[in-house]
């Protein structure tokens, strides 16, 4: 797996979206995954920079691999913030106006919905997202 460290603040997110898009390039990713993945690393990587520090820094870890039958991308997401499953979190009703609807978790609903599989633990102190898409 390709590994990159990074200060868990927002104005870090250019470099983790380039250092993902640099190995779907090298797969020729379809455009339209593409975007799906880069939507979900910016949900993921920014609430890690928002929520999993605060009010201190921390660094986030990204582990990102390409392979298998069917062709997959697996990125892990790990900090060693305070711990936190956001699949936990329930649903919203996307049925209710935007008025309506309870602020927050919309941007993790989406993430479950455009990935293939999306899979939370918590070990030796680290919180450990991973989302994976068939390429």
């Known amino acids: 797996m390709k590994s990159l460290t990074v200060p868990a603040k927002v104005d870090q997110l250019d470099i983790v ?19 799906q993945i880069a939507i979900a690393v910016e949900e993921i990587f920014v609430n ?5 520090y605060k009010p201190k820094d921390g660094d986030a870890t990204i582990l990102c ?13 790990l900090d060693n913030g305070k711990p936190y499953n956001p699949l936990q979190k329930e649903d919203p009703d996307t049925t209710l106006s ?6 927050g978790g919309l941007g993790i609903f989406m993430v479950k919905k455009s990935m293939d599989s999306i899979d939370y633990q918590y070990v030796e102190g680290k919180n450990i997202l991973t989302i994976k898409k068939n390429l």
């Open 98 to 103: 935007a008025e309506e609807r309870e602020i």
């Open 17 to 35: 979206t380039e250092f993902i898009n640099e190995e779907l390039e090298k797969q020729d990713c379809p455009m339209k995954a593409q975007m």
């Open 65 to 77: 691999e390409i392979g298998g039958d069917p062709l997959a991308i697996t990125i892990q997401f």
């Open 48 to 52: 890690i920079a928002h929520y999993a």
